[in-house]
């Protein structure tokens, strides 16, 4: 493992300046040129549940400031990579976003996937990544916890957790406001208020308008895509009516009408070759474009309708000096409405309309407990997920739909098919946390969770609502029953009925229907480890630990009920090794770790075939893979008025053992020693600003931020099928009063137009990738009271 290497790259690693929109927020930044020779600034973090400086949590954490997200124009979890090495973002045909960190994600997009990394706003899950969109408004900082966190955060964080820690109410009045203009009429304006209503009672309302013009053109005609839309906002009330007892009540919605994404087809590879003429794309154009081109079907409204409603509670008791009682409370409701072009051409080929919700509560009740020398955490946590999900494939060209029309059907015109399902799933936890001091300079922690989950499946391959694939799937059923010897169906299939057929029996019943399937599972994550002050300013840390991800059933169109068997759940056995030093008299910090997991398990997007659709993605478990690497970050304030970070990691993530199956493109192979998906071997980013005092009461700075990532597997299996390597450069210069009161900055990203493939698509008849951001400047302007 080429660990030296990476640590000399990561220190080597030329560090220039991100800046983007502001958002104003509360929080008080420390903006003179005259003070900025001072320590890199402390983050608090609460990645054990309680706060702590960053520097001295024995374990890999990013923290980001608010102040720092609002310039480098970081707003949603899908811009974190920028400033966190190894972490990546994969974007999907539905919208969602899977997030892979440390080489382990779950390459999934259907609503009900649950991830590897989970994402928190004030330690309240956001269970399903299609709900996270709306999580970096008004946030005092982000922590972004690397490795298992099941012990404190509970299952699926197997590759580590996000949480975004809000902008609480303050005693104060305090209001600001922001806004940006920027190419493709990007406009986005954002502020906040807060203040007191009572000696004990305090409110916050914070907002964002996200919205910009189409950037993308279609290949085919005069046509554009890629409109934004986004508003938020969030209601916080905070009441402490004497010392001991507080309460944080919070309401958040948002709206995303934004449209969804497009992407450009490079090749035509269809399932059935025999009948590539008659799918009517044989002959587009195929290739490699700019980062601006895709195509899509004339007239397709492609904007979405997703809406989050989430609601929380926080209660603290204070029981003496030495106990703290929490409670903590959530509800969220979910919903998702959109079009998916799927196929990258401007032909019904494969387009999914997807018609999803979910609704989750959860509920916490802990105790800390504080003693000379020792501090205990326990508690129980329940969570409760209720997704639905409906998707119409609209396939009116796809080859294998029309094989099948032409072989089984009676002349009625095939359209579409519906995959739906439903499931409950409850999750039951105990868990605690123990830390003690065992000398002035040595601490000991250990830490257990047990979890009892159960999962009720419903789901099937259904006849849609326009009936046009009944005749041709009930003239395939009667077939396929006849060769077992079996009568055809009582009554063809009309618009509703599943297709599914029950193949799990011996012999198989081949009769149509959902496919039930009840799940449970249970098991024991923990935690041991030993941080070790060895000097002022330098903490060295050892951990080991188990954590979990849970099982779950895929979401396909399956003709057999055995593609829609649950994938078990993944299990890992993680190591870490680490310091934390500050040097030059705290004028920088360096932080390093290595990192090994031993994968039980592994949850993949593996490929299952279907009879009539050929491969398609299903779920599966590798045996056995393991992840490995290091990272290493820098803060300095070398001189006064200048800031320097950088980061760096490697990471290898790759099957072990001679696991066996069937590959994206249908063919058998061993993946032995291949890849996993979304785990750039190395990341490297760094940022710089310099910022000097031109009068009394006028400051200026500039700065900029470089971001690289090298190319990674799109699929499991080291098919060619690759993302782009890439460096992203950004810059920004600006003007502010030497009290923060208002700032006005030019700024631009990605400027030397990088193109890049940011993620590969596998269609029915074509291949396809989504294309990242061409460049775009702008100018911002921010206000605070």
């Known amino acids: 493992m080429p660990i030296r290497g990476m640590l000399c790259a990561s220190c080597c690693a030329l560090a220039l300046a991100h800046a983007g929109s502001a958002y104003a927020q509360a929080a008080d930044a420390d903006t003179n040129a005259s003070d900025s020779s001072d320590a890199p600034a402390d983050i608090i973090v609460t990645a054990q549940k309680y706060s702590q400086n960053v520097n001295s949590v024995p374990m890999s954490i990013t923290a980001v400031s608010g102040e720092q997200l609002q310039t480098a124009g970081i707003k949603a979890v899908e811009d974190l990579p920028k400033v966190t090495p190894g972490f990546n973002v994969t974007q999907t045909p539905t919208g969602a976003a899977v997030y892979t960190l440390r080489g382990v994600g779950f390459n999934d997009s259907s609503l009900s996937t649950r991830p590897a990394v989970t994402v928190y706003v004030d330690e309240a899950p956001i269970p399903f990544g299609a709900m996270t969109r709306g999580a970096g408004l008004d946030v005092d900082h982000v922590e972004v916890l690397k490795g ?133 794309i044989a002959d587009y154009p195929y290739a490699r ?5 895709a195509d899509w079907d004339p007239g397709t409204d492609l904007s979405k309708d997703n809406r989050l409603t989430m609601l ?80 119409v494939e609209v396939l009116t060209t796809a080859s294998p739909i029309i094989g099948l029309n032409l072989a089984f059907g009676d002349g009625t015109p095939f359209r579409e098919l519906e995959v739906k399902a439903r499931s409950a799933a409850n999750s039951y936890a105990a868990f605690a946390n123990l830390e003690y001091e065992a000398t002035p300079r ?31 799937y009930t003239g395939l059923i009667n077939f396929l029953r006849d060769g077992f010897g079996l009568g055809p169906l009582a009554a063809p299939l009309e618009a509703g009925d599943c297709i599914t057929l029950d193949a799990s029996t011996n012999p198989p019943t081949l009769l149509p229907g959902f496919v039930t399937t009840p799940y449970d599972e249970d098991n024991v994550s923990w935690r041991a480890g030993a941080q070790y002050e060895a000097a002022d300013g330098l903490m060295l840390y050892a951990n080991v630990s188990r954590g979990y991800k849970m099982g779950g059933h895929p979401f396909l169109n399956a003709t057999f009920s055995g593609a829609l068997t649950p994938a078990r759940q993944e299990s890992v056995l993680a190591y870490e090794a680490g310091f934390k030093a500050s040097l030059a008299d705290r004028k920088v910090q360096l932080n390093g770790a290595i990192f090994y997991g031993d994968y039980k398990d592994k949850q993949e997007v593996g490929t299952v075939v279907d009879p009539v659709l050929g491969p398609l993605g299903g779920l599966t478990n590798i045996p056995k893979s393991r992840i490995y690497g290091a990272e290493l970050q820098l803060q300095a ?27 994206e493109d249908g063919d058998i192979q061993d993946f032995h020693k291949t890849d996993l998906a979304n785990a750039p071997r190395w990341q490297l980013n760094g940022n710089a600003r310099y910022q000097w005092a031109l009068n009394s009461q006028l400051d200026m700075f500039v700065g900029g931020a470089v971001s690289y990532q090298s190319s990674a597997q799109s699929v499991l299996g080291n098919l060619g099928y690759e993302t782009s390597g890439r460096a992203l450069v950004d810059v920004s210069a600006g003007v502010e009063t030497s009290d923060g009161k208002w700032r006005a900055f030019l700024w631009g990203r990605n400027i030397l137009d990088k193109t890049y493939v940011a993620t590969f698509r596998n269609a029915i008849d074509t291949r396809m990738t989504y294309m990242g951001k061409p460049a775009t400047y702008g100018v911002s302007v921010v206000f605070k009271y």
């Not at 474009?289 to 081109?293: F, I, T």
């Not at 969770?449 to 391959?461: A, E, M, V």
Request: one cysteine or more.
């Open 289 to 293: 474009r700019g980062n601006r081109y």
């Open 442 to 472: 040595l601490t000991l922690q250990g830490g257990m969770r047990y979890t009892r989950s159960k999962i009720r499946y419903r789901g099937c391959l259904a006849v849609s609502a326009d009936g046009s694939a009944g005749p041709a």
């Open 637 to 663: 304030a070398p001189y006064p008025g200048l800031t320097v970070n950088a980061a760096g990691s490697y990471v290898r993530a790759e099957v072990l053992g001679h696991y066996t199956s069937t590959n």
């Open 312 to 391: 929380t509670g926080r209660f603290d008791l204070d029981v003496g000096e030495a106990v703290t009682l929490t409670s903590l409370t959530s509800f969220s409701k979910f919903q998702t409405f959109l079009l998916s072009e799927a196929d990258g051409v401007p032909v019904e080929n494969t387009s999914f309309i997807v018609d999803s919700r979910n609704k989750t509560f959860t509920q916490e009740l802990r105790a800390a407990v504080r003693l000379d020398g020792l501090r205990l955490t326990f508690g129980a946590n329940y969570q409760s997920d209720r997704p639905r999900e409906s998707t």
């Open 148 to 280: 298992p966190q099941g012990t404190l955060f509970g299952a699926n964080s197997t590759g580590g957790a996000i949480n975004y820690v809000a902008n609480k109410p303050t005693d104060t009045l305090e209001a600001g406001l922001s806004a940006t203009y920027g190419r493709f009429d990007q406009f986005d304006i954002g502020g906040f208020i807060s203040g007191p209503l009572t000696s004990t009672l305090s409110v916050r309302l914070a907002f964002e308008h996200q919205g910009s013009g189409d950037w993308q053109k279609s290949v085919t005609r005069d046509d554009t895509a890629g409109r934004q839309d986004f508003n938020n906002g969030r209601l916080s009330v905070r009441w402490e009516p004497s010392d001991s007892f507080r309460m944080l009540l919070t309401a958040q919605r948002w709206v995303d009408r934004s449209d969804a994404p497009v992407g450009q087809a490079f090749e035509f590879k269809p399932q059935e070759p025999a009948l590539a003429d008659l799918t009517g």
